[in-house]
């Protein structure tokens, strides 16, 4: 097993890394200028990696050829967020557009008309509903298995993120990200029956079961315990500095039956945590106050926008392709014996030719003579 993690940059190059399962090294796979602009969103689906920013356009790279396949042109706005359920890809984009793209031909499906800027999207577990955040603080549900819309509602606040509350495979709340604030709303009433504040502007946030991790501005990651019984409650179990600087992304990824959190910085920083999910239970206050350690750190020196982590097993196939690489010197020789074979019969096709002209020349001779 190996962790592939690609990033992308404010500069629009696109930054690839590999770390084994024992996080002991890691390797450069590619570093090249993805965009001539900045990238924004990342999303890896299997072998396929897309990018978008504000080029209009998402790219197609196939991760394990290494090659670009196609372009997605079919936004006319900066492209905000690209996710995927299945075989199906999601793009949103300040156009107001969601499309719907079915992967491998590329081709739409289906189009969503938000008519505002798209902040952010988000699929249910299920695959059933999409869940579409706007400019406007408009929030739209769309039913994925007719394509229609089922609800339009609009908000006091900007959403920045989307989360579903399910029990029961039922949606029970809808969680929003919002500034400095973490909205919960009750769908039965659509109402905000919770709210989490933070001292700084929340950047990313990550709802796993009944716990949700959160990022901010000034490096801080949260893990807050949510408990739902009669009334919704919230309480901060970890709280410790993590970045110097800005916290871009989060993103947890299962390793070895055990649950990791990455995170990048704008100070180009990419680190691995494994104390997040059950910090209560391994450290104590005093450990949290000197800050706890990543398990492993990737400096960069770019500044970081956005980046996406999977664990892929080594496929046979590149075992050959490395064994081929080790084995072309010993190709070379053959190849040039093969060379000087061919150059040796022309030699000696010329050595037939002259010989036999010189016993054409004797044999005219010879009648001359008579």
Known sequence: ME????????????????????????????????????IKTIFQNGRYLFIGGSEELIKVYDVRRRVEVTLLEQH??????????????FTSSEDGKVNLWRNKQWAILNTFQCGSPVINIAIHESGKILACATKDQKLHLYNLMNLKRIALKKFHFNIDKIHFIS????????????????????????????????????????????????????????????????????????????????????????????????SISSDGDIKIWDCLLYANEQYDDIDLKNKLKPIYTI???????????????????????????????????????????????????????VKTQKVQKKIQKKKLKV
């Not at 496929?315 to 072309?328: A, I, L, M, P, S």
Request: aromatic share 8%; charged share 20%; glycine share 4%.
């Open 3 to 38: 962790i592939n993690i690609n990033v992308g940059t404010y500069d629009g190059k696109l930054l690839g890394f590999s770390l084994d399962d024992q996080f002991s090294s890691n390797n450069t796979l590619y570093s090249f200028p993805a965009s001539t602009s900045l």
């Open 76 to 89: 006319n706005g900066t492209i905000t967020q690209i996710t995927g359920h299945s075989n199906f890809l």
């Open 167 to 262: 029990k029961e495979d039922e949606i029970q709340y809808l969680l929003f990200q919002s500034d400095r604030k973490c909205y919960i709303v009750d769908c039965e009433t659509n109402k905000v029956t919770h709210t989490i504040d933070c001292t700084a502007q929340i950047t990313d946030s990550i709802l796993n079961q009944d716990s949700l991790i959160l990022s901010d501005a000034n490096g801080i990651i949260y893990m807050i315990k949510l408990t739902i019984e009669n009334q919704l409650q919230s309480k901060i179990i970890v709280k410790f500095m993590a970045h110097q600087k800005r916290i871009k992304q989060l993103q947890l990824f299962d390793l070895n039956e055990q649950t990791y959190l990455a």
């Open 299 to 353: 400096r960069t020196t770019q500044r970081l926008t956005c980046f996406c982590v999977s664990v892929v097993q080594r496929r046979q196939g590149d075992q050959e392709e490395e064994q081929t690489q080790v084995q072309k010197p010993t190709i070379v020789p053959i190849a040039k014996q093969i060379k000087k074979q061919l150059v040796n019969k022309k030699f000696k096709q010329i050595d037939q030719n």
